[in-house]
């Protein structure tokens, strides 16, 4: 049993604190939110009044934040935490933020002698409910191998990235990538259609062929060709396109910061942000297909 | 053993009149090239002098061509076959062409009464030399069971795509999506280098996840993350970015003659034609990599 | 006075005819829509029953057309009139059409003697009634010439473009240069907004600097900034989103045709065409602008 | 006579203290490179040892520093200087830094009672030497009027974009706008070009019609139709490549912050950096044009 502080209990934070207490961890947490908290209590967690509460005895530290303004000011701000943290615990940051603000905590950690570890996650709410997230970390392989059981409650892929902000960079990568498969296979799909072709049929064809990829195999953007995805379901749930849109924001960052030329990506983007604005942002980001359908 | 006439003998149909051959069949051949006809008559191919002498007493007669003009003059030029061919035969045009030409010219079959498939392939001269080429078929269910046997001779995936000139629609749709993916998959890979990354781990990583794609699987274009791919051979071989440039130019066509919207296709497609004209035309198509690294 | 037939008159060739017949020049007009040649009629031209009527003792033969199709079937088509010119006309084609249809009519033209001027027109309906539209004009110095004062009558630019066929490019690169501006202005405007600008100081600022093009001078597509364009109109009238679409599909084909990349063309065609296929089709070209606004 | 502090000797600052040395005007100034300082010493203003020194009963601080950090750094930094301003100086950035970064700045000063306007210029090495500079100006409209004389020493266009900020934003929209009138401007010119016109007589129908831009006006990118540019001079000198390339960057920025969607302006940034890359980063940005050559 380890004892871990736990900050941050929204969708993904609150199921995977949930998953360690069933796995027996001793679990501490706080969110600004107290209702989110008092739910993790009444589960079994020690609810904490602050941030830096949680920190007392832990042997991880574990936060889940919305963006990188809120993990930086977790640690670093005015009353940041990371001057409080133990140098005995290990950090664990699941956010998905820029390399940037995550270089920045990582770094501030290091000077303090902390380990520190990215670890932002894909897998959406579902994958943190039934502890099948993807974790991809930066940071040292010997302080990921201290906290791979950990990890392995709540996630059933953990994936090394690299030194400390590789994770972020890796996701984000990914994350680019998965929306120009995803628009591109829409854009696709489509052409097909509108040519007379059945898009079950196409995309049995493509997903055995050269242009098979993720959104083929298990995620078809194109209504009734798959069963179990958003697309059979009006594109409710699943990973929704203003969080796409946060992850391309993101992806756009770094390819400015490292003079990056990323036109696919940037398009993908700028795309996606058309579908948001004209009230798709709560959709899952497969409904990407709508644009390229003739209203 | 089937009579098959056989037109067009060039790196592709060469070795796919050969393995016919190979497999006992009786094929007459002949391309507007002498030597090409004499290299598969020396094979104990059955040399002719014209397209139509290929026609005499076939079952099955086959043709393929580099584009789209070729094929209509073939067929239905001023000294073309199809009303040649006798309605006991099926025709198999194995070229990639426009669909609007296909149409054009299975209409001119169906006219006759004459059986005709589309039956685009892919796979690269490798494909065809080994016999293991993905052939997209368009036409009838009944005319494809029957031919079904000659084609497995030069493949091994052979895909219904729907009616007639569906073949050639699947084809371009999915080489299309081939294109956006492998260039997006370029671009995703530059990021994470020039943020640090590990082409190989972050290769690895994005192939295990929602980016994963046929080019990570398979065919990286990033140098020294895969064996046997063109990246680690300079881009020599495979498949041409001059080839890539021609679908993709018949996927930006049928987009206009059906309304389509295809932005990243447009775009992958405007990248590889810059690509191409710097002097990359004869490069396998996995080294759009080259146009996202600095010089 | 000349003898002129004209063909196709429709929202553009209507007004046409009525300033030559207005400029008092004899004017035999032909459409297949029996009310429109009955509408020249009344106002003092000759109607025809066929194409090849007009050409009877013709100076001139003018035709405007909608597409490459229909200019191909007018004058090579199974009962097309080209054989029936006499050479001693001038033919002007104000349609606008590929220019490898074009390059296809004057070659047959030239084979038979006859002088042809490919002379697209910008200005819309508009400028068609005021008698003050733009002719790009292909075909020698000394045709032009000689129809000088005939384009006057209906037009106030006329450029000479080159040889045969550099009409209809002049044109196609011009219009896809417009819609690139046009969509690259509606986008800065935008942002400027979203960044709490003034969408009219914006304008003015730009128009007077390096941003400054056609679009801020004279057809602002942000409603407010300026009187009297489409934009203050709800974006009605102009020139239609369907037009600009047909004319980016002609600058396509001819990228195509020619290797050529055009990046930000192909894109401006895409967002055009997603744009119309949300039911914009009607609407001015400068309604691009909703594309960028939230919904 | 005024007392002006000037913070900022480079390319740009240099030439206009020069400027205002000339008018008579009283100028200390300081720049990180102590050669820079001693140059316009020798012109006649005061050599200061650090930043702080040039406030000393200054009217005016004007501050010309290459990039967001830099004068985030100068009045905000550990030593900056903002504290130590007068309340009765008025203060004019004239960098060209992220609205973000402006307003971080603009809002410290308000926050002491400070004067301070935002105004980036245009006009490049060129118009800083000669007098000739475009200033977008945001701030009061009352504090604009207070220093015009100065500015108008500087250069002769004077725009007021708005509050604080707004000249920032104002700039970036034109010169990303300007991106892709250029960009658009040199595919269509090279589109032209393949299709055998001329790129002079091109040019100038465009120019005249509804294509005309900046750029066909007075900044022509193809070889040999302008003189007196940068093309007709190997795309020496002008505005570079990698200064168009960061102005793009503060777009992208600025739309990520704004969620606002600039799919042409993105891409016109990508092929900015994808030419950068190959080594054109020291050209003029109409060397885009040479993007769209055959090699």
């Known amino acids: 049993m380890k004892k871990i502080g736990f ?13 360690l207490l069933k796995a027996q961890h ?3 947490v706080y969110d600004i939110v107290p209702s989110l908290v008092e739910s993790i209590s009444e589960q079994g967690g020690i609810a904490c009044k602050s941030a830096a509460e949680v920190l007392c005895g832990a042997d991880l530290v574990i936060s889940m934040l919305p963006a990188s303004q809120h993990v930086e000011s977790l640690y670093l701000g005015d ?6 943290i133990d140098t005995s615990s290990i950090v664990i ?19 303090l002698g902390i380990a520190m570890l990215d670890a932002p996650v894909s897998g959406g709410v579902g994958g943190a409910v039934a502890g099948s997230l993807t974790f991809i970390v930066g940071g040292t392989e010997a302080d990921l191998e201290k906290v791979r059981p950990i990890l392995e409650i709540m996630g059933n892929n953990i994936f090394h990235a690299g030194a400390a902000g ?7 990568c990914n994350n680019m990538l998965l929306s120009v ?3 591109g296979t829409a854009e696709a799909l489509q052409l097909g259609v509108n040519n007379g072709l ?25 209504p009734g060709v798959m069963d179990n995805v958003p697309a059979g379901n009006d594109y409710q749930g699943g990973f929704l396109v203003d969080l796409m849109i946060k992850d391309l924001g993101l992806a756009m960052e770094s390819a400015l910061a490292t003079d990056s ?20 942002g709560g959709k899952d980001f497969s409904s990407i297909q709508q644009l390229f359908t003739t209203r």
Chains 1, 2, 3, 4 share one sequence.
Request: a positive charge.
């Open 7 to 19: 900050i941050g209990l929204g969708n993904m934070g609150g199921p995977m604190a949930s998953n």
């Open 26 to 28: 001793e679990v501490a």
């Open 79 to 84: 009353e940041g935490i990371m001057p409080l």
């Open 93 to 111: 940051d699941c956010s998905t933020i820029s390399p940037a603000s995550s270089n920045k905590v990582s770094t501030a950690a290091q000077a």
């Open 166 to 172: 590789a994770g972020q960079v890796a996701k984000i």
């Open 181 to 183: 498969l995803m628009t």
């Open 198 to 222: 059945d898009a079950k049929v196409l995309s049995e064809i493509m997903r055995k062929s050269s242009g098979g990829n993720w959104a083929l195999e298990v995620y078809n953007p194109y």
């Open 261 to 280: 030329s990323i036109p696919l990506g940037a398009l993908a983007r700028n795309l996606y942000r058309l579908h948001g604005s004209k009230g798709a």
